[in-house]
């Protein structure tokens, strides 16, 4: 059975219920999860939804393009699973396959050249059907197939057969100058028949998906709280992998890198700075916040032990030095980094968390967007955003609606300091961490 995929030229129609348009999207994240291109699709046991060409597999393979569109799905890993997709199903055909699948794409082709929606797609559609009827005919798959050509066997082969493409479609070989090119077309030897059909693929996906900007169609399927929810399966699984690719901050930066801490994170480290001391929590959050932005443990242990090893400015009479305590700080900090104890790796308190915990008095944790009267906020905020005035009333004003609105908005203002033009408008961040890899993010152009 065919598993994989087709060129996709067409969207899906037809219904789906929503149960079966999630599912779709499940097994495609599962597919990609188990490609290997060695043994091809392994641990997938509902083959129904990846059937290839089939309306469920159409279906997931234009929500994950959507999901590019909307940048739930790095561009790079749709690219990268679509084309390994391709490639298996191109090695396990046989001649009748490959001939029912080029047939497939001629009758496609045709119905898109005469209906002439996608006017900017027409120059590739032209070529892509100069290419599948060059590649249909008996004698070029009766070559390849009969003829038992390996790939890139230019010398074995008997005809030498070779076929040409505009040079703006493979701009992977053109770059790295592994074919030849003339009159504005790269050549490709008759054993490369399928470097010729991944690379058209590869740049029919990325000009169709600039198509799909401009779609009134794929605005309004944006817009519909079903596609949404799609959507939201894969912001899950592929937004997190970009939060984790940030990097790392060296200790000698801490204090400059600290701009980009949200506030609940901020408000524990000026603290510790003017204090030297922080309650047993949030040590413990602000010590898991900073290894999640990249505090190696040698540094993680010298900055706490810099801190603890002067005196308590809040509270004289504090006994808890670096000096008497260091085994039990220093094990608490190795515990946080997963080496000793249980190993566990801790992972951040989200803000539901942080925004729902009950508080002592004179605690100093939780989120200031909550926990904080207003007094106490407007002076961390105008501390945090000098001659921001107007901006800080807005954030108060907006944080008794809607306090991670709030959040954002104070990361919008950091944004502003930082002479950057946006921050998270259609991102969205869970925990104190995501906050820092988005203002970060856009300051690094990581996103
Ligand atoms: S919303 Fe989240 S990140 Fe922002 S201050 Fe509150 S807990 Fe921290």
């Not at 641990?43 to 469920?56: A, G, P, Q, R, T």
């Not at 234009?62 to 569109?69: A, D, S």
């Not at 904080?372 to 907006?398: A, Q, Y």
């Amino acid at each position: 059975m065919n598993v994989t995929m087709s060129f996709y030229l067409k969207p899906p129609r037809g219904e789906v219920n929503l149960h079966t348009l999630l599912e779709c999207v499940q097994q495609r994240i599962l597919c990609y999860d188990n490609l290997d291109d060695v043994t091809g699709l392994k641990n997938i046991d509902k083959f129904e939804y990846l059937i290839e060409d089939s309306v469920l597999d159409r279906t997931s393979h234009f929500i994950f393009r959507m999901g590019v569109l909307i940048g739930y799905l790095p561009m790079k890993v749709f690219l990268d699973n679509e084309l390994e997709l391709l490639k298996i199903r191109l090695n396990a055909y046989e001649i009748d396959d490959m001939t029912r699948f080029l047939k497939n794409i001629i009758r496609q082709l045709k119905d898109c050249i005469r209906l002439n929606i996608e006017k900017n797609l027409s120059d590739f559609y032209w070529s892509l059907y100069n290419v599948t009827t060059k590649f249909v005919g008996k004698e070029y798959l009766s070559h390849i197939f009969e003829g038992h050509i390996k790939d890139d066997s230019h010398s074995e082969c008997s005809k030498d057969l070779w076929m040409a493409i505009p040079f703006w479609y493979c701009n992977d070989y053109v770059t790295k100058r592994s074919v030849n090119l003339k009159n504005g077309n790269a050549f490709f030897h008759c054993s490369q028949w399928r470097h010729v059909i991944t690379t058209l693929f590869k740049s029919y996906l990325k000009i169709a998906l600039i198509e799909m900007k401009y779609s009134r169609n794929v605005s309004a399927s944006l817009a519909d709280d079903r596609i949404s929810s799609c959507l939201q399966l894969l912001k899950n699984q592929y937004c997190k992998q970009k939060f984790q690719s940030v990097g790392s901050i060296a200790l000698r930066n801490i204090e400059e890198e600290s701009i980009y801490f949200p506030l609940c994170m901020k408000s524990l480290f000026d603290s510790l700075r003017k204090n030297h001391r922080l309650a047993h929590n949030e040590r413990f959050n602000l010590s898991l916040f900073l290894k999640g932005v990249g505090l190696s443990l040698d540094d993680s242990l010298k900055f706490w032990q810099g801190e603890y090893s002067q005196e308590n400015s809040a509270c004289s009479k504090c006994s808890h030095t670096w000096q008497k305590n260091e085994k039990k700080y220093v094990y608490s900090i190795r515990h946080l980094y997963g080496l000793e104890g249980s190993r566990k790796n801790y992972s951040m308190k989200s803000c539901n968390h942080l925004q729902s915990s009950e508080l002592g008095i004179n605690s100093e944790g939780g989120c200031p967007f909550v926990h904080h009267d207003d007094d106490h906020l407007r002076s961390l905020l105008k501390t945090n955003l000098p001659g921001m005035e107007d901006d800080v009333e807005v954030i108060i004003f907006e944080r008794k609606e809607n306090p991670k609105v709030a959040c954002k908005l104070y990361g919008e203002c950091i944004s502003k300091q930082l002479k950057e033009n946006s921050f998270l408008e259609e991102n969205n961040f869970d925990n104190p961490l995501e906050f820092t890899y988005l203002v970060k993010g856009r300051k690094q152009n990581l996103t």
